[in-house]
């Protein structure tokens, strides 16, 4: 079992109730994705990049779900994986014409309540691993892309986190076999802060009207964040210039999202 305590974290990682050394439950490693990454860097085609806001309201995420539920793949989907799906679904069919072997899709997830016991709510750090999924089929299937997006993060459990970290392998499957042929790769990346309490913050002159990040934003993906009622999703999406201007274009986005309001 990996555990704070089966890990050996000390009472001097933990200051006031927060773990700030999480390096005895996840030892360095030589990640794959770290070496993906600095492909994507060194990408000349998405040297110039721009990135957009789509805006996903509550009433729209809920059509949503209900057009992708009661399919083949996936019962009714969640909000997450439901505009993934839809976003992954526009950019694979643009896509299709390429002779690119991985379609994939690679969404962040937050490992504290995945293990066994749960880590503390309040532990410093990127806390994360990387769900993979890829399609084969050159036909999109909404519902299919949420099936493989709910597959792909329902296997991070405890046990799964066991046998990558716990030994210090570095085998990590799809993501392991794709950096050895990155040019092959047709990936479109996922980083979600939702439902984190950003819009509860007080910060002494009344809580966020908006919220955003000043990071640079991965140069084919989305930065999901709630919309201020915790029923929609902000999208900020970051695509070459090219792919932006099809993509804003898809009559399937455009039909749930709002592009770039002004509120």
């Given at each position: 079992m990996l555990s704070c305590n089966s890990c050996g974290v000390d009472d001097h990682h933990i200051v006031g109730g927060v773990v700030v050394d999480c390096t005895s439950l996840f030892p360095l490693q030589d990640l794959p994705g770290i070496k993906l990454h600095?492909?994507?860097?060194?990408?000349?085609?998405?040297?110039?990049?721009?990135?957009?806001r789509f805006v996903f309201y509550g009433p729209k995420v809920a059509a949503l779900r209900g057009k992708l539920s009661k399919g083949p793949y996936l019962d009714r989907p969640t909000r997450i994986e439901a505009v993934s799906a839809l976003m992954w679904g526009a950019f694979v069919g643009e896509?299709?014409?390429?002779?690119?072997?991985?379609?994939?899709?690679?969404?962040?997830?937050?490992?504290?309540?995945?293990?066994?016991?749960?880590?503390?709510?309040?532990?410093i750090g990127n806390i994360i691993h990387t769900a993979m999924e890829k399609w084969l089929a050159k036909v999109v299937d909404y519902n299919g892309l949420a099936g493989k997006i709910h597959e792909s993060i329902s296997l991070i459990n405890n046990d799964y986190i066991c046998q990558v970290y716990a030994d210090g392998s570095t085998d990590q499957g799809l993501l392991a076999q794709i950096v050895k042929d990155p040019n092959n790769l047709s990936l479109f990346g996922f980083s979600s802060w939702c439902k984190f309490p950003f819009y509860e913050v007080g910060l002494g002159f009344g809580k966020p009207i908006?919220?955003?990040?000043?990071?640079?934003?991965m140069p084919r993906g989305a930065f999901l964040l709630d919309?201020?009622?915790g029923e929609g999703i902000e999208a900020w999406v970051t695509l070459s210039e090219e792919a932006m201007l099809k993509f804003e274009k898809n009559p399937d986005i455009l039909a749930y999202a709002s592009v770039s309001p002004r509120t």
């Amino acid at each position: 079992m990996l555990s704070c305590n089966s890990c050996g974290v000390d009472d001097h990682h933990i200051v006031g109730g927060v773990v700030v050394d999480c390096t005895s439950l996840f030892p360095l490693q030589d990640l794959p994705g770290i070496k993906l990454h600095e492909s994507f860097r060194n990408d000349n085609t998405y040297s110039k990049t721009v990135t957009k806001r789509f805006v996903f309201y509550g009433p729209k995420v809920a059509a949503l779900r209900g057009k992708l539920s009661k399919g083949p793949y996936l019962d009714r989907p969640t909000r997450i994986e439901a505009v993934s799906a839809l976003m992954w679904g526009a950019f694979v069919g643009e896509e299709n014409e390429s002779k690119k072997v991985y379609k994939v899709a690679a969404h962040n997830v937050d490992l504290r309540k995945r293990l066994d016991p749960p880590l503390p709510q309040h532990c410093i750090g990127n806390i994360i691993h990387t769900a993979m999924e890829k399609w084969l089929a050159k036909v999109v299937d909404y519902n299919g892309l949420a099936g493989k997006i709910h597959e792909s993060i329902s296997l991070i459990n405890n046990d799964y986190i066991c046998q990558v970290y716990a030994d210090g392998s570095t085998d990590q499957g799809l993501l392991a076999q794709i950096v050895k042929d990155p040019n092959n790769l047709s990936l479109f990346g996922f980083s979600s802060w939702c439902k984190f309490p950003f819009y509860e913050v007080g910060l002494g002159f009344g809580k966020p009207i908006c919220v955003g990040t000043a990071t640079r934003l991965m140069p084919r993906g989305a930065f999901l964040l709630d919309t201020r009622d915790g029923e929609g999703i902000e999208a900020w999406v970051t695509l070459s210039e090219e792919a932006m201007l099809k993509f804003e274009k898809n009559p399937d986005i455009l039909a749930y999202a709002s592009v770039s309001p002004r509120t």
